[in-house]
């Protein structure tokens, strides 16, 4: 052996040993890519030209001038901020934040701050965990909830509850620990598995506090949506109040209750179902327009996640038969996207909906696989890549994908007809779920088609997380029969007033539901004494409540 060569084993094992932390480092979860993260930023920048090139659109088209559709597409209140994040291998990540709202009040720090203080309106909507969070997708879904919100009417103390999104986006490295492999400016997804959402959530609260912004009525009260549920929301309201007491400026929570009693600082039990009843709702209004027996009517949902089953469930409380499902099923071990279809189709009877039901329920609760469930016996009504587009049915409610009425699909909804030769009735229980061609379609066949957008028939959520705020703010529990009886008054005054302009613009009730959202943002921003203006409390709190806790909302 060469005198040199221990030396030259030694030095190896040196290099080999100084790099072995190098290669034992775990790739960092949820890294996103430059080239992802500026495909994110063109389509929030894309949402918000979309979102205010249609408000334009309708507001012309109601005769409002440039001057004041200028003033109403400027937003309150526009907020923005960032915090740290340390992992335990000591990776520092910083996270951004915003929240937008239109609520005029003495909080409003955008273009209308200062224009009138005695306004107490309340910014109202969702605070999202997801990477593509930036500033132009939080006005864009700022100014659809304002228009959704609109609809309602709903206000407390004679001011109204005025549209607001938040969220917090992908982060960025800005120092490198010992464990994640990683590199300074890294962008990494805020609902990474990496991150405690309960940390996120408070250090969000905590900064958006220090950065100027209050909670509760009369100021902004901030719920659940994407990534973020009742756990994130409970950890927000203890944030902004204590434990104990939870802030009424945080709606969505959990449902507490002490001694068999509902305590009034938690959620409404109904709120859960309240989205999916409410476009089941919308689907009975349409209904009773075309003189539908609903004992008779077939039904069919895309989607069986919260929406999908409380349209689902309300449908058969209500005597429909539901007959078809579309979702992702677990074939063979895979997921694989298709209708599950009732043996007997429109045939069926309620009971015998009601039982296929309940072996469906089985199905999914318990993560069972078709080819094996119950030896089989529901893998022959499956139907692969089928759309309920495809389906002869009355009844559809669009629970789960955007962009599913479409060139493709418009036209098989016609084709596939319906059981009781009425128009076919469509409710939209997800967000966004047409594109602007099915639009068009849809406009153009509503002699056949009678659909019901989103801005009608999915507001049961965002109303029932209204009256929690109300709750909260009273001390006074409000029943899920009192909150369905308050959804259903709010969902019948939406569909005749949109039904009024239809007939006075000659539109389809569609067209006619999107101009009412539109007509009633811009009379509430304008501050128009004909705006639709219900005070909640007053349907659902009691005199005693009302006069002990009125809300002081300038203290």
Known sequence: ?????????????????????????????GVLSSAEMEELRAEAAQQARDARAALVERAKLLGYSEAQIKRVLAPSMVRTGHFDVVLSDGTKIRFPWHRIGFAENPYA????????????????????????????????????????????????????????????????????????RAQVG???????????????????????????GRVGLGADIQAGDVNTKAAEMKVLAETYGTREVPSPGV?????????????????????????GD????????????????????????????????????????DGARLIAIQELW???????????????????????????????????????????????????QFKPNADVSSLKVDIVGFNALGSVLNEKTVPELLRSGT???????????????????????????????????????NLGGVHVSNLEAVQNTYQEAVSNERAKASLEATMRSGWERAQALAKKHGVSERKAIELLAVDELMKRSLQRPDATRTNLEKGVISEEALALAAPDFFK
Do not use: C
Not at 7 to 26: C, D, I, K, N, V
Not at 288 to 311: H, N, Y
């Open 251 to 275: 709606s969505g929570k959990e449902v507490l209750s002490e001694n068999g009693r509902i305590n009034p600082n938690g959620g409404i039990e109904y709120r859960m179902t309240s989205t």
């Open 330 to 380: 677990l074939v063979d071990g895979q997921l694989k996207p298709g209708l599950l279809v009732h043996p007997k189709g429109e045939a069926a009877t309620l009971a015998e909906s009601k039982a296929w039901l309940e072996a469906v329920e089985e199905l999914r609760g318990g993560k069972h696989d078709l080819r094996t469930f119950r030896n089989g016996e529901l893998l022959s």
């Open 109 to 180: 720090n955008g273009e209308k701050a200062g224009v009138d203080l005695r306004r107490a309106e309340t910014n109202k909507g969702g605070v999202r965990l997801h990477k593509g969070v930036f500033e132009a997708e939080v006005y864009a879904l700022a100014l659809k909830m304002d228009a959704k919100l609109a609809i309602t009417g709903d206000a407390s103390g004679g001011s109204s509850f005025r549209g607001a999104k938040g969220g917090i986006g992908a982060g960025q490295v800005i120092e490198v620990g010992s464990k994640y």
């Open 186 to 212: 890294d962008f990494v997804d805020p609902a990474s598995s990496v991150l405690d959402r309960a940390e996120m959530m408070r250090k969000f609260g905590r900064s958006y506090v220090a950065g100027g």
């Open 278 to 317: 409410g476009v089941w709702m919308s689907a009975k209004l349409a209904a009773e327009a075309e003189r539908l027996s609903l004992e008779r009517a077939t039904v069919a949902s895309q989607g069986w996640g919260e929406v999908g089953k409380g349209f689902g469930y309300s449908a058969l409380a």
């Open 419 to 457: 059981t009781n030769g009425q128009r076919k009735i469509l409710t939209e229980g997800a967000n966004l779920a047409e594109t602007s061609e099915g639009a068009r379609l849809l406009d153009k066949h509503r002699g056949r088609l009678l659909t019901i957008p989103g801005d009608l028939a």
């Open 1 to 29: 052996m060469s005198p040199t060569a221990p030396l030259r084993q030694l030095t190896l094992l040196a290099l080999l040993a100084l790099s072995a932390p190098a290669l034992a480092q775990e790739s960092l979860p």
